[in-house]
């Protein structure tokens, strides 16, 4: 008998996008049947997850690459806004975040937030690597690459864990906006913006106050 899996692959390298429908479609089991989609940004992941319900062919499995080109509206910035619409319009679907990302600090603040099904770090992956991924996590979910197992077996001394505000502030921080327009960015009053751009300048360890040095410390963590 056989097992129909449909999967959402958002990633905006095509190369790469191709590589892993190729690995998993050359190593599935006999019995499973792969259907495959893909999406090169928020907007068309977002289009492909909505059609699924549309049509009432959820997806099983998303994967899921941090790094992607926003949504034309800016409500999406990232894989990790993708990831937490996908739990909420597909909460059946097992989600697999693929990044390039091995700051510990990013690690465990997504594991934090979404608990996926699978955690890949990109420089970790091979073909067998992935074969292997993707039938545990079809199986015997969870299942997280070496890098991040090594970093969730350490003890992080700062445990950084960002609330979609806040990372939505980080963010638009990064592409320049001034603190005096972000209220109207993220639902919050000027004094709430100016407490939580405080607390995130103390998380991050910002000792000159700087919005730049703030900036600078999240990329280098990997929150922006």
């Known amino acids: 008998m056989s097992e129909l899996i449909r999967i959402l692959m958002t990633d905006d390298h095509p ?14 089991k006999p019995e499973q049947e792969l259907l495959i989609d893909v999406a090169n940004n928020c907007d068309q992941s977002i289009e492909a997850m909505h059609r699924s319900i549309r049509k009432e062919q959820h997806y099983d499995i998303l994967f899921i690459d941090i790094k ?3 949504s034309s ?7 990790e806004d993708l990831a937490r619409y996908a739990r909420k319009i597909l909460p059946d679907a097992k ?6 990302f091995n700051e510990a600090y990013r690690i ?9 099904e699978g955690f890949l770090i990109k420089s970790d992956l091979t073909s067998r690597e992935l074969a292997s991924a993707f039938q545990a996590i079809i199986n015997f979910p969870p299942f997280y690459s070496g890098t991040v197992n090594k970093y969730l077996k350490q003890t992080v001394t700062s445990d950084i864990y960002l609330d979609d505000k806040n990372r939505r502030i980080l963010y638009l921080l990064s592409q320049g906006v001034k603190t005096k327009n972000l209220a ?4 919050l009053s000027l004094s709430g913006v100016e407490k939580r751009k405080k607390q995130l300048k103390m998380l991050f360890s910002i000792e000159d106050g700087q919005d730049e040095s703030l900036i600078s410390e999240a990329k280098k963590l990997g929150f922006i």
Not at 21 to 26: A, E, G, I, K, Y
């Open 108 to 116: 465990h603040n997504i594991i934090e937030e979404f608990n996926p």
């Open 95 to 100: 989600i697999v975040i693929l990044t390039m």
């Open 68 to 70: 992607i080109p926003p």
């Open 73 to 79: 509206d800016g409500q999406f910035t990232s894989g």
């Open 184 to 187: 109207e960015h993220v639902n």
């Open 15 to 28: 190369m790469i996008l191709e590589g892993y429908q190729n690995t998993l479609l050359s190593t599935k």
